[in-house]
Nanobody, 124 residues
């Protein structure tokens, strides 16, 4: 099982960024993919997830309406579109995979497979 994040970088406040998580080694449609972020010294936070089996999506309150998660089963890729970014979005962003449904939703403990992360920096 392998998950590889891409698309991180430096963006000005108010700008947009799109992160991608490309997965391999398992049957894509049978797994949920989640996006998490972590700031040094703080716990990793679940921000968005998609259950590929039925298309269910969940968002943390902090990003709902601002971030959008989508899935492409042909490319085995899950994308996180981030709009109107603020400085507090600066973090390392990770994608993770869990068989069928993560329980509880957006929980770090519910996910078994993780990527290495990609840095997102939002400048003022």
């Amino acid at each position: 099982v392998q998950l590889v994040e891409s698309g991180g970088g430096l963006v000005q406040a108010g700008g947009s960024l799109t992160l991608s998580c490309t997965v391999s080694g398992f049957q894509f449609e049978e797994f949920a993919i989640g996006w998490f972020r972590q700031v040094p010294g703080k716990e990793r936070e679940g921000i968005a997830e998609i259950v590929n089996r039925d298309g269910t999506t969940n968002y943390a309150d902090s990003v709902r309406g601002q971030f959008t998660i989508s899935s492409d089963s042909v490319k085995n890729t899950v994308t996180l579109q981030m709009n109107d970014l603020k400085s507090e979005a600066t973090a390392v962003y990770y994608c993770a995979a869990e068989y069928l449904w993560p329980d509880p939703p957006l929980s770090v403990d519910a996910y078994d497979y993780w990527g290495r992360g990609t840095q997102v920096t939002v400048s003022l």
